[in-house]
T-cell receptor, first 108, second 118 residues
Framework: QKEVEQDPGPLSVPEGAIVSLNCTYS??????FMWYRQYSRKGPELLMYTYSSGNKEDGRFTAQVDKSSKYISLFIRDSQPSDSATYLC????????FGTGTSLTVIP | DGGITQSPKYLFRKEGQNVTLSCEQNLNHDAMYWYRQDPGQGLRLIYY???????QKGDIAEGYSVSREKKESFPLTVTSAQKNPTAFYLC?????????????????FGDGTRLSIL
């Protein structure tokens, strides 16, 4: 079983929509989690990171953890075409474990 | 600007050839990492280094080698023993080494090298 799993999508939404991206994890002992955004042919860019005990908001982005369901989520409000990218979740246990990424397209 | 520089952006390997991918960082980070990214498989850890002159194998180290002679540099050699080298290779760094291949700070990535077989 993988440490973290992510639906690859693709996900397509109209501009202005609220986007919900999710990952499931198997090991409750993770220390913190991160969300990265990756544009085509580029490296992942860190969006947010937060400790396993907390949620975090930064502008249009909100990262949450639901420990009862073993979900980590990223919400994007007022989505823009520039948000079109692949989003990777990651958790830290004794090393970093990454999801496979969800491809998002925001249609103008 | 501080960051991680990977070169070249694209690289082609001939049969039986070793190739070296460069990774340089000017972030003054102690820890550096190499990942391989394949479609549908996410990032897989090849090697990591928490300190100069020391490095450890990751989950898929076979067919790869690294060195860490300077804090700023962590080159990856893809040897002829790696039978399926075609992939997108990502180098990352973080500030504070932690236990194993972890860190108490998130990783920052370069823009990758795409390696293909001729």
């Amino acid at each position: 079983q993988k440490e973290v799993e992510q639906d690859p999508g693709p996900l397509s939404v109209p501009e202005g929509a609220i986007v919900s991206l999710n990952c499931t994890y198997s090991n409750s002992a993770f220390q913190y989690f991160m969300w990265y955004r990756q544009y085509s042919r580029k490296g992942p860019e860190l969006l947010m990171y937060t400790y396993s005990s907390g949620n975090k908001e930064d502008g249009r982005f909100t990262a949450q953890v639901d420990k009862s369901s073993k979900y980590i989520s990223l919400f994007i409000r007022d989505s823009q075409p520039s948000d079109s990218a692949t989003y990777l979740c990651a958790i830290l246990i004794n090393q970093f474990y990454f999801g496979t990424g969800t491809s998002l397209t925001v249609i103008p | 600007d501080g960051g991680i520089t990977q070169s070249p952006k694209y690289l082609f390997r001939k049969e039986g050839q070793n190739v070296t991918l460069s990774c340089e960082q000017n972030l003054n980070h102690d820890a550096m990492y190499w990942y391989r990214q394949d479609p549908g498989q996410g990032l897989r850890l090849i090697y990591y280094s928490q300190i100069v002159n020391d490095f450890q194998k990751g989950d898929i180290a076979e067919g790869y080698s690294v060195s860490r002679e300077k804090k700023e540099s962590f080159p990856l050699t893809v040897t002829s023993a790696q039978k399926n080298p075609t992939a997108f290779y990502l180098c990352a760094s973080s500030t504070h080494p932690g236990q194993g291949a972890g860190s108490n700070q998130p990783q920052h990535f370069g823009d990758g090298t795409r390696l293909s077989i001729l």
